[in-house]
């Protein structure tokens, strides 16, 4: 088993370093705080994409591009449907 990069007997060496620089009777308390941070990381990492997935689509639908992009997809089917009578 991997987990950010860890291996398990990596992560069971890291863990008895702890236990004995930390102490038996704070390191739930130490994991519970590392949790938390974990969690609020991912609860940052994710609102922090969200904002900008809604920032990318404002400046796309700002822009244009997408009436740009029908225009050329009719441009394109009306070339199609014109092409096959020459050839």
């Known amino acids: 088993m991997v987990m950010f990069g860890i291996s398990g007997t990596e992560l069971v060496v890291i863990l008895v370093i702890a236990l004995i620089l930390v102490g038996p009777d704070r ?8 949790g938390r941070f974990v969690r609020d990381m991912r609860t940052r990492g994710t609102a922090l994409r ?3 997935d809604i920032d990318v689509h404002g400046i796309v639908e700002d822009s244009g591009i997408n009436d740009i992009r029908r225009n050329l997809d009719a441009a394109k089917q009306d070339v199609d449907r014109l092409l096959p009578p020459i050839r």
């Open 27 to 34: 390191l739930p308390g130490y994991a519970r705080k590392a």
């Open 50 to 52: 969200r904002q900008s």
